[in-house]
């Protein structure tokens, strides 16, 4: 894979305000992030006065070879880096030197990882790629590492893949940068690049129609989303009645559900529509959704005082009727807890180490004795245990016994256990065909370049089950009481974040 020099991203004239604004704080710290005039949004590392990362990547070979078939890849970040193995035997295929807290999410191909590392957006390469052709697929393998795309993005927040498209947020300017996802296997993506009107924790997406769904707010506070059209800046849709807003998915359809303070809210046909909740305070931090399913999986907090929630609760929101039932599963999760299989299964880890999977009415399918019983630590950045879902089967790391359990979701077995060589703190499974793709009725756009194929996946999240992609695992953004600020990286992906 070759890497070039960014060309100059498109830019729109979306909520300029906003963009001056964006620009005089980049100004300041001397990047060109996103709405600054002085550099591209999206850059190869050294080709821009924009900041630098603190570590290059090591040079590696950009080739690659055709091969018979390719196995999935589990990427887990750690203290001191990144390792990479093969998902099947446990091989550590690559290993990456890199200090910092390293946040992953899925690219949206199938082959690389977005790592957000503080004020940058650093693309991670796991090494396949299952390319379609008509009816079949050929497969290539590659060096694995980091690559020199680099996208600067201070206070890098939530990701979010969705119809073949990569959204990134960046939560100290509240600039937003999309792209054609398949477009990183050449190198640097063409950017389009947009912003809010003021700093905050939040997110966006593209919509299949091209309009862009954000999240508005301040450092203060943040209660408004709204769906703008791209090239205008037209509010075609807002809702005001979301305190708290923090994280998203995509259900079938292309519902997308938001969680608020007061109970979700669902974008849906053209409009929101709020979700009626029986407490006063409700709050669906990290949503876990899939096109397979008009249901969103999402945790459940009651309690508006509590320090660090631990519920036992989850909340099944029903993206058409506007409805939110809960299951009580008797044992408590957290923000990386939540996922869902190929069939719209929920997927939830508990301390009790059990992995329960749930049809879409809430029924318990299966009680999977996973790992060794566990409670979330109070700072939420240390290793815990992660679950991921990705072809019908579901990832649980068990960071404190140092192992990898995979789980067959529709059988409810244990299909195998590896040892790992790290205590993960995050995890990503890439298989080699891309988590986010265009739907057929809308290819993807990226500065008037079409995307390369259609199979029908509308985020990364579809096929694996997670969230911050229309998909199947929490919206990667994740909501960690007391942590305002970067509260929502991992409601998954991060999924977005899923915190």
Known sequence: MSHSHAPTPVRLPLLTVGLAVTALALSACGAGGAGSGASSTATAAGSSASTAPSESPSPRSTERSEVASVTPRVVLSHEGGLTTLDAE??????????????????????????????????????????????????????????????????????????????TLFADGTGGIQTFTSEHLRSGMPRAVETSTENAHHGVALELTDGSLLTTQGTEEGRNTVQVLERESGKVLAETTDCPGVHGETVAADEAVVLGCENGPVVYRDGA?????????????????????????????????????????????????????????????????????????ESLVLTYDGELNILDESGKILHEVKAIEPWEEKAEWQ??????????????????????????????????????????????????????????????????????????????????????????????????HEGHEGHEGHEDEGHEGHDH
């Open 89 to 166: 035997t446990g091989e550590v295929v690559h290993e990456q030197e890199r200090e910092g807290f390293l946040r992953l999410n899925n690219a949206g191909d199938g082959q690389h990882v977005m790592v957000s590392a503080g004020d940058e957006v650093l693309v991670y390469d796991a090494g396949i790629d299952a390319q379609i052709h008509g009816d079949h697929h050929h497969f290539y393998s590659s060096e694995p590492g980091l690559t020199e795309v680099t996208f600067p993005a201070p206070a890098a927040g939530h990701v979010v893949t969705h119809n073949g498209q990569t």
């Open 382 to 479: 240390q290793p815990g245990p992660i679950l991921k879902s990705a072809d019908g089967l579901a990832y649980i790391t068990d960071a404190e016994q140092q192992k990898l359990v995979v789980v067959d979701i529709a059988q409810g077995t244990v299909e195998r256990t590896l040892d790992l060589p790290v205590a993960p703190v995050e995890m990503v499974v890439v298989t080699g065909h891309a988590e986010s793709t265009p739907n057929a009725e809308g290819a993807a756009k990226d500065s008037g370049q079409k995307a390369g194929h259609d199979d029908g996946h509308t985020s990364h999240a579809d096929e694996q089950g997670s969230s911050g992609e229309s998909g199947t695992e929490p919206a990667d953004h994740s909501d």
């Open 272 to 344: 929101f529509h709020k979700v009626p909740v029986e407490t006063e305070y409700q709050r669906s931090g990290n949503l876990a959704g899939t096109k397979a399913s008009s249901i969103v999986l999402g945790d459940h907090k009651v309690d508006a005082d509590a320090e660090q929630e631990r519920p036992t609760e989850i909340a099944l929101i029903d993206s058409v009727q506007d409805t939110l039932t809960t299951v009580d599963l008797g044992s408590s999760y957290w923000f990386r807890s939540l996922a869902r299989g190929p069939e719209g």
